[in-house]
């Protein structure tokens, strides 16, 4: 690999301790590697750190934004999968495979989380990468939290956990891990200039990335006899529903039910649904994804409440 140059710039955010020797270890066994750590904690700066130093030392690397809220590439409410090939800024990451999840955070879409997170790794498995890094969300308190983290480690069989942690955080996530032939934990300190970001700024960051996502959308039909809706609550179809869904986002995916894009529903009627989506081909959709959220015209996100706005049976 001595055709790949270091950007200048590439590495805006600078590295933290230990860095360097982690890349070493991660070299020397290869296999998936996942992040944890609480919200800012320089979780996707450190994924995207590896994931270059290890392409550059020719490594075939692919990296897993495994984190729907503050997701390092690809629209909020998906995970979403690049191989690094070439030189290349965090920003201009091409994605190679999508999921959608539905949601903005975990609460409540554990499953999708899990099961998203697994398709995606094996996706990028498949195309030969020898070392996946997983940037997770910083959802970490909690026994919901707990269980996400354990059944993620477990199910991608992570070969390394890194842990940035500020005080002791993490220890109660690690602690099954630990000793364990199958795994190696890092634990590594935080960078102590990371200001912390509001929930507006988050918000907001989401706004952003939204509107830059739908920024060339058109309206588009999509006859619904050509697709399947992946509507868990049997939500209502037809003349009259229309008015429930409108806003709402949904994912459109394909045979493998892996994300095509992103659309935001403009009408359900009894034939056709219509929506905004950047996509071009919609024939290529087989499964349309409700999700659990809306965008507004200024494309903020809040939350649906399933059972009773979209007309779910008791
Ligand atoms: N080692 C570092 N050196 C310099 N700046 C850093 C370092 N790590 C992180 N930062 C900066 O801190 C900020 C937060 O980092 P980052 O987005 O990687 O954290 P995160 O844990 O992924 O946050 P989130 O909870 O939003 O996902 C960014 O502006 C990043 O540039
Ligand atoms: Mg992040």
Same mark, same amino acid.
């Given at each position: 690999?001595?055709?790949?140059?270091?950007l200048?710039?590439? @590495?805006?955010?600078?590295? $933290?301790p230990?860095w360097?020797?982690? +890349?070493?270890?991660?070299?020397?066994l290869?296999? !998936? +590697?996942?992040?944890?750590g609480?919200p800012?904690?320089?979780?996707?700066?450190?994924?995207?750190?590896?994931?270059?130093?290890?392409q =550059?030392?020719g490594?075939?690397?692919?990296? !897993?934004? #495994?984190?729907?809220? &503050?997701?390092a590439?690809?629209?909020?409410?998906t995970?979403?999968m690049?191989?690094?090939?070439?030189?290349t800024?965090l920003?201009?990451?091409?994605?190679?495979s999508? @999921?959608?999840?539905?949601?903005?955070?975990? !609460?409540?879409?554990?499953?999708?989380?899990?099961v998203g997170?697994?398709?995606?790794?094996?996706?990028?498995? $498949?195309?030969?990468?020898?070392?996946v890094?997983i940037?997770?969300?910083g959802f970490?308190?909690?026994?919901?939290?707990?269980?996400?983290?354990?059944?993620?480690?477990?199910? !991608?069989?992570a070969?390394?956990v890194v842990?940035?942690?500020?005080g &002791?955080?993490?220890?109660?996530?690690?602690?099954?891990?630990?000793d364990?032939?199958?795994?190696?934990?890092?634990?590594?300190?935080?960078y102590?200039?990371?200001?912390?970001?509001?929930?507006?700024?988050r918000r907001? %960051?989401r706004?952003q990335?939204?509107?830059? @996502?739908?920024?060339? #959308?058109?309206?588009?039909?999509?006859? =619904?006899? #050509? +697709?399947?809706?992946?509507?868990?609550?049997?939500? =209502?179809?037809?003349?009259? %529903?229309g008015?429930?869904?409108k806003?709402?986002? +949904?994912?459109?995916?394909d045979?493998e039910n892996?994300t095509?894009?992103l659309?935001?529903i403009?009408?359900?009627?009894?034939?056709?649904?219509?929506l905004l989506?950047?996509?071009?081909?919609?024939?290529?959709v087989k499964l349309?994804?409700?999700g659990?959220?809306r965008?507004?015209?200024?494309?903020?996100d809040?939350?649906?409440?399933?059972?009773?706005?979209?007309g779910a049976?008791?």
């Open positions: 690999m001595t055709n790949i140059q270091v200048p710039g590439l @590495y805006q955010n600078g590295t $933290g230990g360097k020797e982690l +890349v070493d270890g991660i070299n020397g290869k296999g !998936v +590697v996942i992040i944890l609480a800012d904690t320089g979780k996707t700066t450190l994924a995207f750190y590896l994931s270059r130093e290890l =550059l030392r490594c075939n690397a692919a990296m !897993v934004s #495994a984190d729907m809220g &503050q997701c590439f690809g629209p909020p409410a995970l979403g690049s191989f690094l090939r070439g030189p800024s920003r201009d990451l091409e994605i190679h999508m @999921y959608f999840i539905g949601s903005t955070s975990p !609460v409540g879409h554990l499953l999708q989380t899990t997170l697994k398709k995606l790794v094996e996706k990028a498995q $498949g195309g030969d990468a020898e070392v890094i940037d997770t969300s970490i308190e909690g026994g919901a939290a707990w269980e996400l983290k354990f059944q993620e480690i477990e199910l !991608v069989n070969r390394h842990a940035l942690q500020r &002791q955080e993490l220890e109660g996530i690690l602690r099954p891990h630990e364990r032939k199958c795994r190696t934990i890092h634990r590594l300190k935080i102590e200039g990371i200001k912390p970001k509001s929930c507006e700024r907001d %960051y706004r990335k939204f509107s830059e @996502y739908f920024q060339k #959308a058109t309206t588009k039909g999509i006859p =619904l006899r #050509a +697709v399947r809706l992946i509507n868990p609550l049997n939500i =209502l179809t037809g003349e009259g %529903y008015g429930l869904y806003g709402l986002l +949904v994912g459109l995916n045979d892996f095509l894009g659309g935001v403009e009408d359900m009627g009894l034939k056709e649904l219509r989506t950047p996509i071009e081909g919609v024939e290529r349309v994804r409700l659990a959220i965008l507004d015209e200024n494309w903020y809040s939350r649906v409440r399933q059972s009773q706005e979209l049976r008791d």
